[in-house]
């Protein structure tokens, strides 16, 4: 069996030997970056199961290097930081972040965090019967494809933006509490803040708008949470 490809992004290195020892004694096979510009360089040509990436770096901070690396990949990425902030921890995973570990941490959560990330994303990648296209008004949805398309034109989403679109497209009418949402798209071990939810759902509604749809499909359904609702005219925008 193949080793695990983990990418460590840190301007720190100490840091950066810290986090080799640990890995390379559970068998990863470890490549690493000093600044965000040189791990985006090496995502373009190399191939990772996990990228650890930390947050306050010189050149790009780890929530710039995370959004480049959502338009085109869907790598998890677990963001390590000394930043407590919820609102921090909030912004890391509304850009995409699968997750975020604060400084210091101890080796067992680290590894913990990590196999959980890569099982999540394994298991989303095994083959799965053909879904049908979800067709609404002025949007179609290609769930095997990952795609969005407003009035003929594509729209990018991250990950975590489009599995949410997706999953409450597929269960129109039904109101979700945002527990329901994180534990269907975040996972059940995840431990942050429920109300990433808002914020994914604040940028999808502004990538639909942009793209030039006329309605919003995401209703708020106040006291519980959010609803797919696919009508030519909402009141809510």
């Given amino acids: 069996m193949s080793k695990l490809q983990v990418l460590i992004v840190d301007d720190e290195w100490n840091m950066r030997n810290l986090l080799r020892i640990y890995l390379m004694k559970e068998g990863f096979r470890i490549q690493e970056a000093a600044t965000g510009h040189e791990a985006l360089s090496m995502i373009k040509k190399h191939s990772f199961d996990i990228i650890l990436l930390d947050v306050m770096m010189p050149d790009m901070d780890g929530w710039q290097v995370c959004k480049v690396v959502r338009e085109t990949e869907t790598i998890p990425i677990l963001m390590l930081t000394a930043r407590t902030e919820t609102k921090d921890k909030i912004h890391g995973l509304g850009v995409g972040a699968d997750d975020y570990l604060t400084k210091p941490f101890e080796p067992e959560e680290l590894l913990a965090r990590i196999y959980s990330l890569i099982r999540r994303s394994t298991i989303t990648q095994v ?17 095997d494809a990952r795609e969005v398309r407003i009035q003929e034109g594509s729209v990018d989403f991250t990950q975590k933006e ?4 997706m999953m409450l497209a597929q269960s129109k009418q039904r109101a979700f509490t945002r527990e329901e949402l994180v534990e269907r798209v975040w996972g059940y071990d995840y431990e942050g803040e429920i109300r990433v939810v808002d914020t994914h759902i604040k940028n999808i509604r502004e990538k639909l708008q942009r793209a030039g749809m006329s309605y919003n499909p995401i209703q708020t359904v106040w006291g519980v949470g959010y609803k797919f609702q696919a009508a030519e005219h909402q009141d809510e925008k």
Avoid at 127 to 143: G, K
Avoid at 162 to 165: E, G, I, P, R, T
């Fill in 162 to 165: 489009f599995d949410l679109l």
């Fill in 127 to 143: 083959m799965q019967p053909p879904q049908r296209v979800l067709d609404f008004p002025e949007m179609n949805i290609y769930p």
